[in-house]
């Protein structure tokens, strides 16, 4: 699995990750916090949307998952902005793609990304259950047009009214469904393949794995994996970000890496 906000670094060496015959999807996140510089360091929004594009005619758009993420309200984002938003990045990808996941911005519960917003001038607003009801019901009316699959990422409420569902992003039923000729992987998610004939289709059998990755939040519906990014090592520099403690870490951290190197930095 592969996470990105600009993936196009990456998509010289998919054929030679094809020839060595790995599987591999993305959750790519597209938002439009642009005009907010929320997302300072990024390509603009429309060449993003264009790899975003060029990266599905590729791989198939089931490979491609969208990411609003995370929704953000400040007092230059309101619920109808953030709406606008995700409607136009949406006509332009909703053709590209099979899911959109969503995620509603939790600043309180971390308070570096707290200090980084009030550094920078930004007056977010926390979501309340009329917020979050408000965005649901403008995604929905949205989509109704688009007929994506929509998720929420970790979150708590049930939005299922609005035809939202809670979201598996590393995802077992997706990787059964897209790579079901992984002998290795498919007998690591209990599945048993069953090569139909010509006059029957493949069959899929699975036994019960407890495969919840435990050490994520509660509502997470990922399965166990491996994630071998670091924190304080992205250039973005989302302002909203966790992972990043302050630019000035990032940019000391980056010091330290090294290509050669079997992790992004090397102390």
């Given at each position: 699995m592969f996470w990105t906000?600009?993936?196009?670094?990456?998509l010289k060496y998919l054929n030679e990750i094809d020839k060595r015959k790995i599987n591999y999807y993305f959750q790519f996140t597209l938002n439009d916090y642009e005009n907010?510089?929320?997302?300072?360091?990024?390509?603009?929004?429309?060449?993003?949307?264009?790899?975003?594009?060029?990266?599905?005619?590729?791989?198939?758009?089931e490979k491609v998952i969208w990411r609003f993420d995370p929704l953000i309200l400040t007092d230059?984002?309101?619920?109808?902005?953030?709406?606008?938003?995700?409607y136009k990045v949406g006509e332009?990808?909703?053709?590209?793609?099979?899911?959109l996941v969503i995620s509603f911005v939790d600043i309180g519960v971390y308070k570096k990304v707290k200090s980084n917003l009030k550094k920078y001038g930004i007056k977010y607003k926390e979501f309340n259950e009329d917020s979050i009801k408000k965005i649901a019901e403008g995604i929905q009316r949205i989509n109704n047009t688009w007929k994506l699959k929509i998720c929420t990422c970790a979150e708590t409420v049930d939005l299922s009214e609005y035809n939202i569902h809670h979201n598996q992003c590393i995802d077992d039923?997706?990787?059964?469904?897209?790579?079901?000729?992984?002998?290795?992987?498919?007998?690591?998610?209990?599945?048993?393949?069953?090569?139909?004939n010509l006059f029957s289709s493949d069959t899929i059998e699975r036994r019960k794995n407890d495969l919840k990755d435990k050490g994520q939040r509660k509502n997470c519906g990922c399965i166990v994996s491996k994630d071998i990014g670091q924190y304080n090592?992205?250039?973005h520099l989302c302002v909203y970000c966790y992972a990043n403690f302050s630019r000035e870490i990032v940019n000391k951290s980056f010091k330290k890496h090294n290509p050669k190197c079997e992790s992004i930095i090397c102390d």
């Open positions: 906000k600009d993936a196009k670094p990456i907010e510089n929320l997302e300072p360091n990024l390509p603009k929004i429309e060449e993003r949307i264009d790899i975003f594009k060029k990266l599905s005619n590729k791989i198939g758009k230059k984002i309101t619920i109808n902005n953030l709406l606008d938003k995700i332009k990808v909703h053709k590209y793609t099979e899911k039923e997706l990787m059964i469904r897209i790579f079901n000729d992984d002998k290795d992987l498919m007998e690591f998610l209990g599945v048993n393949v069953r090569v139909g090592t992205c250039k």
